[in-house]
Each structure stands twice: as C-alpha cells, then as structure tokens.
C-alpha cells in the first residue's frame, strides 16, 4: 500500500574499504553525488563469508566506518542503507514444482529449498523473498536471498552502537543491479560484479531477476567463465527463445569493460552496450569517483 521510506545515504563495505554516499536528485532518473567518502581497511579486517565470522575486530571496524561517514560529512546520519560484501549473502531463484493449497504450507516448501540452495537452516538465515514471473512450464519463483544471522549480527551490532538504524541491507550485486531495475530499455540486461573470487551475474528480464550465477575462480578464469555465461545465455535465451542481451553492466576493479564486450560480442554475435555509470542515472562530474567502489551504496541511496 506504502512504497518504503529509504534513506538517501548508505553505506557501501569490500574486504579492503568502506565507502559512505550520500546522492541528491539532478532531474528525472538522475542522481549526482553531494556527499562521498572512501576509506581503506585493514587487511584481515573484514573476511567476508557466509558462514564464518566476518569481523575480526568490531572495535577497529567501527573506527573505519566512524572515519568514512566522518570524511564525508554525515556523521549526523541516523538512518542508512548498507551494501554488504557479495559473500557474505547467497542468492538464488526458487521454483515451485507445484501450487501448494495454502500460503503457509508455499512458506514451508519455499524453506525447504532455500535450505538446499543456501546449504543453511532456514532458522538460521534472514531471507527475502520476491515473486516473480512464471518459468516457461507456468510454475512459480521466486527470487531470494540469504544472509546467515550471525554474520548480519556482527554488522548491526556496530551499526546499533552508533544508533543508527539500517532499513535495507543488501549484499553488494543485490543493490548495484538496482541500476537497471528502472530503465525502459527494451531487452534483456546483465550485471556482472566482480569480487576477489570470482563474480556475480544477474539477468535481468525487463525489470525482475531471471537468472542468477555465482562462479567462484582464479583471476586468470574470469574471461572465459563469462564467455561460457553468454553462450548459456544465447543457447537457453537467444533470439529464437525472444532474448536479446542488449546491456550489460560491468563493476569491478579487476574487470576491463572494453574485453567484456569483446567476449560478448564473440559470445552473442553481436555488439552489446558496456553502461557507464550516466547510462543508468549517476552523474559523476570527474575521476575523483571510483564507480567500482560507490555504485552498490548509490545504487541503494538513489532508492531515497
């Protein structure tokens, strides 16, 4: 009946740094910075995992976070969204191989599977769970994700000692595919997100999820495990199936845009478009912006 009251500030933490962004709107569908700040960590610090502790140090973790909302002028902030590391989330489409009679028994079934997919008791798990459309037998899905409580709590532990209240809380490929959730492109749009051991992928279909894939590999595999992901697409989504992967969205130091889309283009047969960061709403006035560190938390503050 409500849409959600977010914030227009959030907070974005990697491995090795926190970012703390604040956007302001510049027109329709465009955002700009008003205030940003990156700040390292130390090595060791923050270990992101699903199932093990994150956070060595929660005293040297709250100093660092303390030191970015500080450098970029929000230490007033009381209300934030956060984009957590990759993995310290699973995330996955569930599918119901038939219609239960009743919600609760859908719930109970919807659990089960996410205990399989996400190898967690669901007791043990903050989920989230999004209907979206029917696979091509008609059965219904489910978009989910996963955070162990234990790892969420090592977090909202140093967030509450702040007196902050954080509303949203996403593993960072959730949030950065908010950039294309609003377009009015047509086609089918892809993020991929990189991360030390490996990347996430997210297909979009118009404006929900439909395929998601997490490849754990070495470095020196991240082109061709893309490849092999674009040849999947083309085989199960291609033309003759009503696909056309018409953008994708490329975030992560380790990851040249410009190779990307020589592989697609090898992959699809065709040229697809590389989005900057003015392609999808975020205008960055010059280099002093790292797209790659900020555009998980501006993706979840531009939802303000």
Do not use: H
């Not at 086609?187 to 996430?200: A, E």
């Not at 070495?218 to 003759?240: A, H, K, P, S, V």
Request: one cysteine or more; glycine letters at 8%.
């Amino acid at each position: 009946m409500f849409e959600p009251n977010y914030p227009n500030a959030a907070i974005g933490i990697e491995r090795d740094g926190i970012t703390a962004i604040a956007l302001q709107k510049q027109g329709r569908g465009i955002f700009g910075i008003k205030q940003a700040a990156t700040v390292g960590m130390p090595a060791g610090l923050v270990s992101p995992s699903f199932l093990d502790q994150n956070i060595a140090s929660r005293e040297e973790f709250a100093a660092c976070l303390e030191e970015a909302v500080t450098n970029a002028g929000l230490l007033s902030q009381k209300r934030w969204s956060v984009a957590l590391p990759s993995s310290t989330a699973r995330t996955a489409i569930l599918t119901l191989e038939a219609q239960p009679a009743a919600k609760a028994e859908a719930e109970e079934i919807l659990d089960w599977k996410a205990e399989q997919s996400f190898g967690a008791p669901a007791s043990e798990l903050r989920m989230s769970k999004q209907a979206i459309s029917p696979d091509r037998e008609g059965k219904a899905r489910y978009f989910a994700t996963a955070i162990k409580l234990s790892v969420i709590d090592e977090y909202e532990s140093v967030f509450e000692a702040f007196g902050w209240k954080a509303g949203l809380i996403l593993p960072r490929a959730v949030s950065e595919a908010n950039w294309l959730l609003n377009s009015k492109a047509v086609g089918d749009s892809m993020l991929i997100s990189g991360q030390n051991d490996g990347f996430t992928a997210l297909l979009l279909r118009g404006s929900e999820p439909s395929v998601v894939r997490s490849v754990t590999c070495e470095q020196n595999e991240i082109d061709d495990e893309i490849y092999r992901l674009l040849m999947f697409y083309n085989d199960r989504f291609g033309r003759d199936n009503g696909g056309t992967l018409e953008r994708l969205l490329v975030i992560g130091r380790d990851l040249v845009p410009a190779k990307i889309k020589d592989i697609a283009a090898e992959a699809l047969g065709r040229t697809a478009q590389i989005l900057r960061p003015d392609d999808v709403g975020l205008y960055l006035p010059d280099n002093s912006f790292n797209f790659d560190e900020i555009a998980a938390p501006a993706a979840l503050a531009a939802m303000g």
